[in-house]
């Protein structure tokens, strides 16, 4: 199993420009869930996902769109990025939303926007 | 104020020797509380998860204790490795039915040979 893997590793960007950062897993996980890690915060919540077709906004979800048409892809869109959108940002998947279930993570996009 | 704090911010150890870290946590309720093992670069890999329970879990030369009553939590490592350079984080879940995942923002530690 390749686990959960993203899409790219290193991206730029100029203020206002879209993009799509990519997430998929292979291990028939229901629930999956973007965060961004910035320096000296814990890893926030943006958006996440209980099962195909279902999406719901996290902690910090402006700026950012997803969307869950298959178990195993959860593609996050920057509509139009702004500087304050550099960030690190990992997916991650677990069996469930569950507490109880331990979550995977990818390895991380690190974006930066001039 | 994030509801998990965790210190110190970093720290420096020699190869062989042990270090603890500390997580204070505020959140609630209580579900379960993991620790983190992140590599730079990479993305976090759990280390080890209590429940409310359980006040020890061991994963090799990891050790994590939780004080549910003091809402504290801390890990241990053992005869450090310069494997063990990483930062580690402290995630309290929280809720029943809708879970929430809390993070701290981590210690780096530097081991050096």
Request: net charge neutral; hydrophobic share 30%; glycine share 8%.
């Amino acid at each position: 199993n390749a686990g959960v893997t993203q899409t790219p590793k290193f991206q730029v960007l100029k203020t206002g420009q879209s993009m799509t950062l990519q997430c998929a897993q292979d291990m028939n996980h229901e629930y999956m869930s973007w965060y961004r890690q910035d320096p000296g915060m814990g890893l926030r919540l943006i958006h996440y996902s209980v099962g195909a077709g279902i999406t719901d906004q996290g902690e910090v979800p402006n700026g950012y769109n997803v969307s869950r048409s298959t178990t195993e892809d959860f593609p996050l869109r920057l509509l139009s990025a702004a500087p304050s959108q550099t960030s690190v940002y990992f997916c991650a998947s677990s069996y469930t939303g569950q507490g109880y279930n331990e979550q995977f993570f990818g390895p991380g996009t690190r974006l930066t926007v001039l | 104020k994030n509801q998990v704090e965790q210190s110190p911010q970093s720290l420096i150890i020699l190869e062989g020797k042990n270090c603890t870290l500390q997580c204070n946590y505020t959140v609630s309720p209580f579900s379960n509380l993991r620790w983190y093992k992140q590599d730079t670069g990479r993305g976090p890999v759990s280390l080890t998860i209590m429940t409310f329970s359980e006040n020890t879990k061991s994963n090799g030369r990891y050790t994590a204790t939780l004080d549910a009553d003091t809402k504290q939590s801390s890990l241990h490592i053992t005869a450090s490795q310069l494997s063990d350079s990483a930062s580690y984080i402290c995630v309290v879940i929280s809720g029943s039915n809708d879970y929430k995942l809390s993070f701290g923002a981590g210690t780096t530690v530097t081991v050096r040979a």
